[in-house]
């Protein structure tokens, strides 16, 4: 079956840097991968759709990169900003809307 | 338009009962997931609804069910509930018929099986 890999240790960056998140996959291959936002207590939040035969996404301060080689996906967020702070989600989508998530990694942005 | 919503937010059952859980869909929507989300994990796939039929389905036990009303709405009952029942169940709705549309998500209901 798919496995989908986050970083299970939480995140911890300064405001203003950039944060870089992983999504690691095997045994699958997507359609398309989308990331999305969790805050605790809430359900997840849409952030970014990135499909198969493409190599980079952005939004705002957002960037998505999806490298079907390696089965990467890469989460960027440039000047983080303590609002920023939650878990992020990447879900592996078929081409039925069936998706499957990774565990999430925490990040934390410090003032 | 409204969102997702589902209720209850909270429930507390016994080993051994049965739940019902009610999400309401997205306006426009077709298609209506459920996943479980046990403390610290993703959410994990239980099924999925596209006008009113099961289009997919998650390994999870058929004591998981679920039905899909012409309004969109959806149920999902778990029967013979388990400890390990509980999570946050989370109901996510989406326009299958546009490719590629995200998931909206409700904000869940929180099941504790003592």
């Known amino acids: 079956s798919q496995k989908i890999e986050q970083n299970s240790e939480a995140l911890n960056i300064q405001e203003g840097k950039t944060a870089t998140l992983t999504c690691n996959y095997t045994?699958?291959?997507?359609?398309?991968l989308q990331w999305y936002r969790q805050d605790p207590g809430r359900g997840p939040v849409f952030l970014l759709l990135?499909?198969?035969?493409?190599k980079e996404k952005r939004k705002e301060r957002l960037k998505v990169t999806f490298d079907t080689t390696l089965k990467q996906s890469l989460f960027h967020i440039t000047a983080s900003q303590p609002a920023d702070s939650a878990t992020y989600l990447c879900?592996?989508?078929?081409?039925?809307?069936?998706?499957?998530f990774g565990s999430g990694t925490k990040l934390n942005v410090k003032p | 338009e409204t969102g997702v919503t589902q209720s209850p937010t909270h429930l507390i059952k016994t080993r051994g009962q049965q739940v019902t859980l009610r999400c309401s869909s997205q306006?426009?929507?077709?298609?209506v997931s459920w996943y479980q989300q046990a403390l610290g994990q993703g959410p994990q796939f239980i099924f999925q609804?596209?006008?009113?039929?099961?289009?997919g389905r998650g390994n999870f036990p058929p004591r998981f069910s679920g039905l899909q009303f012409p309004n969109y709405s959806s149920e999902l009952n778990v029967n013979a509930l388990e400890l390990d029942d509980s999570a946050l169940y989370l109901c996510?709705?989406?326009?299958?018929?546009?490719?590629?549309?995200?998931?909206?998500f409700g904000n869940g209901t929180r099941l504790t099986v003592t």
């Open positions: 996510a709705s989406s326009d299958r018929d546009r490719y590629k549309s995200p998931l909206h």
């Open positions: 045994n699958y291959s997507p359609a398309y």
């Open positions: 990135i499909r198969e035969n493409e």
């Open positions: 879900a592996l989508g078929d081409n039925f809307n069936k998706f499957y």
């Open positions: 306006s426009g929507h077709n298609t």
């Open positions: 609804y596209y006008r009113e039929e099961e289009n």
